[in-house]
């Protein structure tokens, strides 16, 4: 373990925000090209009409709200990092915490476009809000997918102000160390921290209680965001244990991606005395559990389906396995509960390209699952007459390609201009005395 | 106070600061200010500062958040006043779920609240005695004195252990 002083620390960070290369540039822009791609398709469902998309009866709900589950899936891992493990004080939380943050919130900004997208008509999105229309007509919070709207844009303001919170002894030590205009930038970024004892005082008990506070929040947001599935009378969505198992698969999934993010950021800005080996591999542990917990809930799913009794939810099952969807649905098992096993193997978990490869299979199998669940289930429903088939069109293609670079413009332009570890974080951990990232 | 100078010790070490917060407790000095690039539990303690008041800011906003988010649900639901499967209008069980939500956006939001108004957040640092290195990683005791007395002042904080003494012109 290799020991860190502050000075080194204040340095490995700050010297990441030194002027971009070309070839960063080059990424950005990159990125932005699949944007305006993603806009450019969603413009055109726009005038032509939701029509261009694959939705249609008997499947409704597409890549927008497989999308939409799968971007707020990833979201949770970075509160499940930056409160939940605060909480339990675990060390090695400390040197990926930011980069999860900051994942937490660009991933729900990325979720929050969806359904503006899947409601076709977006200029009348604010239907949606607790706000009444032209017709003096409220929503009616008697729908999951009202809460639904309440918790995900609870969540986001609240990881966003976590987020943001955390940071400002961080924005102080760029603006110490800055001049002109970057000074005066980050001068009111910081919002006049100096770390006088008051600010340390009101700041460290205001932390706990975001982490306190966020905690309950993580689990509610995706339990939120199962029933509105599981309220459904739909084979495949209607059942008690989607709330627990989303929550699990979400925090899998944002492991995963907390990884595949974390080895080309620690590559490329020589961050391998702070996101140490043992780092990676405590999160790879976590995926194990998580994965284990994942797998458990496919298995309980085609137990209670069994044990039911219920011909439509067995044939329901049945057909996922050996269906149309049959790829997507082995794709979605041995991803997600099979391959993560291999991370019992210290010497796969010690790998750097093991752990990388492993993390995007998960992030794959996490992707197919939310299709299986979300297409699957209304694909092959009860009546048999109904039963369709849903592929995603080009336009739906173009829209999540959009989505994913998106995702990726945004946090390699955060990383670049940002700390992108929290410092002081790392400094209060070897202050109390620990001499490594934990 | 024109008439008085800030100087500024600068500690690596925070006990070194803790001792020369008690040696300031018994000279003619006044202790200003403690700037740190952590939490200082230790110079907590030697002031006998008690914890942070900024939870009833976050209590009082957990409670409007939770009575806000249950009327929202039952003043919604009793405009459209549907009656589904014989279920009465005003459900509060799923009316829970959106109480829990405003619960914690408002605790948030009154936890922020409450650090801003507390911590006296956003601030201006110009003019005030601080020293750029408390950010990185050095304690920084900042403590008044008369005009002429400094260097007793900067001896007082060197006997501590100072690494660095900063004297600034009061600009008030």
Same mark, same amino acid.
């Given at each position: 373990?290799?020991?860190?002083?502050?000075?080194?620390?204040?340095?490995?960070?700050?010297?990441?925000?030194?002027?971009?290369?070309?070839?960063?540039?080059?990424?950005?822009?990159?990125?932005?090209?699949?944007?305006?791609?993603?806009?450019?398709?969603?413009?055109?469902?726009?005038?032509?009409?939701?029509?261009?998309?694959?939705?249609?009866?008997?499947?409704?709900?597409?890549?927008?709200?497989?999308?939409?589950?799968?971007?707020?899936?990833?979201?949770?891992?970075?509160?499940?990092?930056?409160?939940?493990?605060?909480?339990?004080?675990?060390?090695?939380?400390?040197?990926?915490?930011?980069?999860?943050?900051?994942?937490?919130?660009?991933?729900?900004?990325?979720?929050?476009?969806?359904?503006?997208?899947?409601?076709?008509?977006?200029?009348?999105?604010?239907?949606?809000?607790?706000?009444?229309?032209?017709?003096?007509?409220?929503?009616?919070?008697?729908?999951?997918?009202?809460?639904?709207?309440?918790?995900?844009?609870?969540?986001?303001?609240?990881?966003?102000?976590?987020?943001?919170?955390?940071?400002?002894?961080?924005?102080?030590?760029?603006?110490?160390?800055?001049?002109?205009?970057?000074?005066?930038?980050?001068?009111?970024?910081?919002?006049?921290?100096?770390?006088?004892?008051?600010?340390?005082?009101?700041?460290?008990?205001?932390?706990?209680?975001?982490?306190?506070?966020?905690?309950?929040?993580?689990?509610?947001?995706?339990?939120?965001?199962?029933?509105?599935?599981?309220?459904?009378?739909?084979?495949?969505?209607?059942?008690?244990?989607?709330?627990?198992?989303?929550?699990?698969?979400?925090?899998?999934?944002?492991?995963?991606?907390?990884?595949?993010?974390?080895?080309?950021?620690?590559?490329?800005?020589?961050?391998?005395?702070?996101?140490?080996?043992?780092?990676?591999?405590?999160?790879?542990?976590?995926?194990?559990?998580?994965?284990?917990?994942?797998?458990?809930?496919?298995?309980?799913?085609?137990?209670?389906?069994?044990?039911?009794?219920?011909?439509?939810?067995?044939?329901?099952?049945?057909?996922?396995?050996?269906?149309?969807?049959?790829?997507?649905?082995?794709?979605?098992?041995?991803?997600?509960?099979?391959?993560?096993?291999?991370?019992?193997?210290?010497?796969?978990?010690?790998?750097?390209?093991?752990?990388?490869?492993?993390?995007?299979?998960?992030?794959?199998?996490?992707?197919?699952?939310?299709?299986?669940?979300?297409?699957?289930?209304?694909?092959?429903?009860?009546?048999?007459?109904?039963?369709?088939?849903?592929?995603?069109?080009?336009?739906?293609?173009?829209?999540?390609?959009?989505?994913?670079?998106?995702?990726?413009?945004?946090?390699?332009?955060?990383?670049?201009?940002?700390?992108?570890?929290?410092?002081?974080?790392?400094?209060?951990?070897?202050?109390?005395?620990?001499?490594?990232?934990? | 106070?024109?008439?008085?100078?800030?100087?500024?010790?600068?500690?690596?070490?925070?006990?070194?600061?803790?001792?020369?917060?008690?040696?300031?407790?018994?000279?003619?000095?006044?202790?200003?200010?403690?700037?740190?690039?952590?939490?200082?539990?230790?110079?907590?303690?030697?002031?006998?500062?008690?914890?942070?008041?900024?939870?009833? $800011? /976050?209590?009082?906003? %957990?409670?409007? #958040?939770? &009575?806000? *988010? +249950? @009327?929202?649900?039952?003043?919604?639901?009793? !405009?459209?006043?549907?009656?589904?499967?014989?279920?009465?209008?005003?459900?509060?069980?799923?009316?829970?779920?959106?109480?829990?939500? $405003? /619960?914690?956006?408002? %605790?948030?939001? #009154?936890? &922020?609240? *409450? +650090? @801003?108004?507390?911590?006296?957040?956003?601030? !201006?640092?110009?003019?005030?005695?601080?020293?750029?290195?408390?950010?990185?990683?050095?304690?920084?005791?900042?403590?008044?004195?008369?005009?002429?007395?400094?260097?007793?002042?900067?001896?007082?904080?060197?006997?501590?252990?100072?690494?660095?003494?900063?004297?600034?012109?009061?600009?008030?």
């Amino acid at each position: 373990m290799a020991e860190l002083t502050a000075a080194q620390i204040d340095n490995t960070v700050l010297d990441t925000l030194a002027a971009p290369s070309k070839t960063y540039w080059g990424i950005v822009g990159l990125l932005g090209v699949g944007v305006m791609i993603g806009l450019m398709c969603w413009g055109y469902q726009i005038v032509v009409g939701i029509g261009v998309g694959g939705q249609n009866n008997p499947v409704a709900w597409g890549t927008y709200l497989i999308n939409f589950v799968f971007w707020v899936g990833i979201a949770h891992s970075g509160t499940l990092i930056s409160a939940i493990l605060y909480l339990f004080r675990a060390g090695w939380r400390n040197p990926i915490a930011r980069a999860a943050e900051t994942m937490t919130v660009f991933a729900v900004c990325t979720a929050g476009l969806f359904p503006l997208i899947h409601v076709g008509r977006v200029w009348v999105v604010y239907y949606m809000l607790p706000y009444p229309n032209q017709r003096t007509l409220w929503p009616n919070f008697q729908s999951p997918l009202v809460f639904d709207v309440v918790a995900i844009s609870t969540y986001l303001t609240v990881s966003a102000m976590f987020w943001y919170t955390g940071m400002l002894p961080d924005l102080a030590i760029i603006r110490d160390r800055a001049t002109g205009n970057r000074k005066k930038i980050f001068s009111i970024l910081c919002l006049g921290w100096s770390g006088r004892l008051e600010q340390w005082r009101h700041y460290t008990r205001i932390y706990l209680f975001f982490a306190a506070l966020a905690t309950p929040l993580v689990i509610s947001v995706h339990s939120v965001v199962s029933w509105d599935f599981a309220l459904g009378v739909i084979p495949g969505w209607h059942s008690t244990v989607f709330a627990p198992y989303f929550v699990a698969g979400a925090i899998h999934s944002g492991l995963a991606m907390v990884v595949t993010l974390m080895i080309p950021l620690r590559k490329l800005f020589k961050y391998e005395k702070i996101i140490t080996m043992g780092v990676l591999e405590n999160v790879a542990k976590t995926i194990v559990f998580t994965g284990l917990i994942v797998g458990y809930a496919y298995g309980v799913e085609y137990f209670l389906a069994w044990y039911s009794g219920n011909s439509v939810e067995q044939e329901s099952f049945m057909w996922r396995a050996v269906g149309e969807y049959k790829i997507e649905f082995w794709i979605m098992v041995i991803c997600n509960s099979i391959v993560p096993l291999l991370f019992f193997i210290k010497k796969i978990r010690t790998s750097i390209p093991w752990l990388l490869i492993i993390c995007i299979m998960v992030n794959i199998g996490m992707w197919y699952e939310r299709f299986v669940i979300i297409a699957g289930s209304v694909a092959h429903d009860f009546i048999p007459h109904a039963w369709g088939y849903y592929a995603p069109t080009l336009t739906e293609f173009g829209i999540m390609l959009g989505a994913f670079c998106l995702f990726f413009f945004l946090f390699i332009l955060f990383v670049k201009h940002m700390p992108s570890i929290s410092m002081t974080e790392m400094k209060e951990h070897l202050h109390a005395g620990g001499n490594d990232a934990g | 106070m024109p008439d008085k100078q800030y100087v500024i010790g600068l500690y690596k070490e925070e006990d070194n600061a803790v001792a020369a917060i008690k040696s300031l407790k018994g000279s003619p000095f006044d202790l200003f200010e403690v700037h740190s690039p952590v939490p200082a539990e230790k110079i907590n303690a030697e002031l006998k500062k008690s914890k942070s008041k900024v939870g009833y $800011f /976050t209590l009082c906003g %957990g409670i409007i #958040g939770f &009575i806000t *988010g +249950f @009327l929202l649900a039952i003043f919604t639901a009793t !405009r459209w006043s549907l009656i589904v499967s014989g279920k009465p209008v005003v459900g509060f069980v799923p009316f829970f779920i959106v109480g829990f939500e $405003f /619960t914690i956006l408002f %605790g948030v939001l #009154g936890n &922020i609240l *409450g +650090f @801003l108004v507390m911590s006296r957040m956003p601030a !201006r640092l110009a003019g005030k005695p601080y020293d750029e290195r408390c950010s990185g990683e050095y304690f920084g005791v900042v403590a008044t004195c008369d005009y002429g007395r400094e260097e007793k002042l900067s001896a007082l904080f060197t006997k501590n252990g100072a690494d660095d003494i900063k004297v600034e012109k009061n600009k008030n």
